[in-house]
C-alpha cells in the first residue's frame, strides 16, 4: 500500500495546464483590486519607464505626485533630452538616489540621438541607455509593448520565492536563476504586461513581507511555502548591514540678507544638487563643531567665517548611513572665493525654492524661510 502511493506520481504544481489555470486567476483578481495609478492610464513606453525608474527603490504613494508633476513638465522624451540636468533633478528633489535621475536625463538623449526621439522597441537596444538593466526593458516592453518579457524585482522575488518554496536566500546568483525561469515560465503569449502588473500587485498588497494575507491571495492554492507552512520565513534573506552612524555639520553662512550654497560637483554624493557647506566632523562638542565647521568652510572655499547659534539638529538615513546633522547659523567675515571650490552662490531664503537641494538642505531653507 505505502510503496504504490510513494509510486503515484505528485500532481505538478506548475505544469502547463496549472499554469494557466493560475494566470486566469490572477488575472480575474486584478482587474478587481488593481490600483488605478497614473501610468496605468497610458501605454506610452515613455511614461512607463519613467514611472519604473522612480518606482526603483521608492513606494508607489511616493511616486504618484512625483509622476504627475515629471510627465507634465516633460511630456515626452524630445522635452526630457532638451532639458537642463538642473531642471531634472529639481524634480527629482525628496525622491532620493539622484543618479535615477540623471540617467534618465542622459537616457533620453541618447534615444534623440539614436533613435529619433522613438522610444526603441528592441530589448537590446532598450537594454543600451543609461540606468536600464533587465529589469526595466522588460518591465516597459512588457506593460508598455506587450512583448513576453519576464520581469523581477523586490515584489516578485518575495512572491515567487513563496509560490516555488525556496528557502535559497533569493539574492544568490542560482536563486536569482531559478526566479528568473520561474517569471519567464508564468508568462502568457499575449498579456505579458497585464501579467506582469497583476504578479506586482498581488506582491505588493496581499504577498506582503510581514504577515501576508494568505486568505485573500488568488495564488494560496499554488503557494508552497504556504503548503509547508513557511510564508513567515521565506523569503530567507541575508543579515541586513547594520547602518552606520555619522555625525556632520552644516553651516548657513549669510552676507546681508543672502545665504551661501554650493554645487556638490560630479563625484560627489549628491552631484548636481545644491546645500548648505557640510562636512563629517569627529566630535560631538558643540565649541569644537564650531571651530571644525569655520576651518572646513574656509579650506572648500576660500571664505571666512564666524560659527553662531545652533539652528536645528537634523537627522536623515541615507542607503546604510545614518547621519546626525547638526546645523548653525554663520557669518561670512572676509576672504576670497577659491576657484576650486566649485560653484557658490548667494541667495536669498525665498530663492531657494528655484534650485534643487538636497533632503536635508531643504529641511534648513524651511527652517530658514521661518525666521528660525
Ligand atoms: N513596482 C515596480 N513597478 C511597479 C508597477 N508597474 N506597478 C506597481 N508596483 C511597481
Same mark, same amino acid.
Given at each position: 500500500?505505502?510503496?504504490?502511493?510513494?509510486?503515484?506520481?505528485?500532481?505538478?504544481?506548475?505544469?502547463?495546464?496549472?499554469?494557466?489555470?493560475?494566470?486566469?486567476?490572477?488575472?480575474?483578481?486584478?482587474?478587481?483590486?488593481?490600483?488605478?495609478?497614473?501610468?496605468?492610464?497610458?501605454?506610452?513606453?515613455?511614461?512607463?519607464?519613467?514611472?519604473?525608474?522612480?518606482?526603483?527603490?521608492?513606494?508607489?504613494?511616493?511616486?504618484?505626485?512625483?509622476?504627475?508633476?515629471?510627465?507634465?513638465?516633460?511630456?515626452?522624451?524630445?522635452?526630457?533630452?532638451?532639458?537642463?540636468?538642473?531642471?531634472?533633478?529639481?524634480?527629482?528633489?525628496?525622491?532620493?538616489?539622484?543618479?535615477?535621475?540623471?540617467?534618465?536625463?542622459?537616457?533620453?538623449?541618447?534615444?534623440?540621438?539614436?533613435?529619433?526621439?522613438?522610444?526603441?522597441?528592441?530589448?537590446?537596444?532598450?537594454? /543600451?541607455?543609461?540606468?536600464?538593466?533587465?529589469?526595466?526593458?522588460?518591465?516597459?516592453?512588457?506593460?508598455?509593448?506587450?512583448?513576453?518579457?519576464?520581469?523581477?524585482?523586490?515584489?516578485?522575488?518575495?512572491?515567487?520565492?513563496?509560490?516555488?518554496?525556496?528557502?535559497?536566500?533569493?539574492?544568490?546568483?542560482?536563486?536569482?536563476?531559478?526566479?528568473? /525561469?520561474?517569471?519567464?515560465?508564468?508568462?502568457?503569449?499575449?498579456?505579458?504586461?497585464?501579467?506582469?502588473?497583476?504578479?506586482?500587485?498581488?506582491?505588493?498588497?496581499?504577498?506582503?513581507?510581514?504577515?501576508?494575507?494568505?486568505?485573500?491571495?488568488?495564488?494560496?492554492?499554488?503557494? /508552497?511555502?504556504?503548503?509547508?507552512?513557511?510564508?513567515?520565513?521565506?523569503?530567507?534573506?541575508?543579515?541586513?548591514?547594520?547602518?552606520?552612524?555619522?555625525?556632520?555639520?552644516?553651516?548657513?553662512?549669510?552676507?546681508?540678507?543672502?545665504?551661501?550654497?554650493?554645487?556638490?560637483?560630479?563625484?560627489?554624493?549628491?552631484?548636481?544638487?545644491?546645500?548648505?557647506?557640510?562636512?563629517?566632523?569627529?566630535?560631538?562638542?558643540?565649541?569644537?563643531?564650531?571651530?571644525?565647521?569655520?576651518?572646513?568652510?574656509?579650506? /572648500?572655499?576660500?571664505?571666512?567665517?564666524?560659527?553662531?547659534?545652533?539652528?536645528?539638529?537634523?537627522?536623515?538615513?541615507?542607503?546604510?548611513?545614518?547621519?546626525?546633522?547638526?546645523?548653525?547659523?554663520?557669518?561670512? *567675515?572676509?576672504?576670497?572665493?577659491? =576657484?576650486? =571650490?566649485?560653484?557658490?552662490?548667494?541667495?536669498?531664503?525665498?530663492?531657494?525654492?528655484?534650485?534643487?537641494?538636497?533632503? *536635508?538642505?531643504?529641511?534648513?531653507?524651511?527652517?530658514?524661510?521661518?525666521?528660525?
Amino acid at each position: 500500500m505505502l510503496r504504490s502511493l510513494a509510486k503515484t506520481p505528485r500532481c505538478d504544481p506548475f505544469s502547463a495546464a496549472s499554469l494557466r489555470s493560475l494566470r486566469r486567476r490572477l488575472i480575474t483578481w486584478y482587474r478587481r483590486h488593481r490600483r488605478d495609478l497614473p501610468w496605468r492610464r497610458t501605454s506610452d513606453p515613455y511614461c512607463v519607464w519613467i514611472s519604473e525608474i522612480m518606482l526603483q527603490q521608492t513606494q508607489v504613494v511616493t511616486v504618484v505626485p512625483y509622476f504627475e508633476r515629471f510627465v507634465a513638465s516633460f511630456p515626452n522624451v524630445q522635452a526630457l533630452a532638451a532639458a537642463d540636468e538642473h531642471e531634472v533633478l529639481r524634480h527629482w528633489e525628496g525622491l532620493g538616489y539622484y543618479r535615477r535621475a540623471r540617467q534618465l536625463h542622459r537616457a533620453a538623449q541618447q534615444i534623440v540621438e539614436r533613435h529619433g526621439g522613438q522610444f526603441p522597441h528592441d530589448r537590446d537596444d532598450v537594454l /543600451q541607455l543609461a540606468g536600464i538593466g533587465r529589469y526595466t526593458a522588460g518591465a516597459i516592453l512588457s506593460i508598455a509593448l506587450d512583448q513576453p518579457e519576464a520581469i523581477l524585482e523586490a515584489n516578485t522575488v518575495r512572491l515567487h520565492s513563496r509560490l516555488l518554496g525556496s528557502q535559497e536566500n533569493p539574492a544568490s546568483r542560482s536563486a536569482q536563476d531559478r526566479l528568473w /525561469q520561474f517569471a519567464a515560465k508564468l508568462l502568457p503569449k499575449r498579456g505579458a504586461g497585464e501579467l506582469n502588473q497583476a504578479l506586482m500587485e498581488v506582491g505588493s498588497l496581499v504577498c506582503t513581507p510581514k504577515a501576508p494575507r494568505c486568505g485573500d491571495c488568488p495564488l494560496a492554492e499554488w503557494c /508552497q511555502a504556504r503548503a509547508l507552512g513557511l510564508e513567515g520565513v521565506i523569503p530567507r534573506l541575508a543579515k541586513k548591514i547594520p547602518a552606520t552612524s555619522v555625525r556632520e555639520a552644516a553651516a548657513v553662512v549669510w552676507r546681508g540678507q543672502q545665504v551661501l550654497v554650493r554645487l556638490h560637483p560630479t563625484g560627489e554624493r549628491w552631484a548636481g544638487l545644491w546645500d548648505f557647506p557640510r562636512f563629517p566632523v569627529e566630535t560631538e562638542s558643540p565649541r569644537l563643531v564650531a571651530d571644525e565647521l569655520a576651518r572646513c568652510v574656509t579650506d /572648500q572655499t576660500g571664505l571666512r567665517i564666524v560659527v553662531g547659534e545652533p539652528l536645528a539638529t537634523i537627522k536623515h538615513t541615507v542607503t546604510r548611513f545614518r547621519i546626525t546633522l547638526d546645523v548653525y547659523h554663520a557669518r561670512r *567675515t572676509g576672504g576670497r572665493q577659491l =576657484s576650486a =571650490s566649485g560653484e557658490l552662490r548667494w541667495l536669498r531664503p525665498a530663492e531657494l525654492a528655484d534650485v534643487a537641494l538636497s533632503t *536635508t538642505g531643504r529641511k534648513i531653507a524651511r527652517l530658514i524661510s521661518q525666521g528660525v
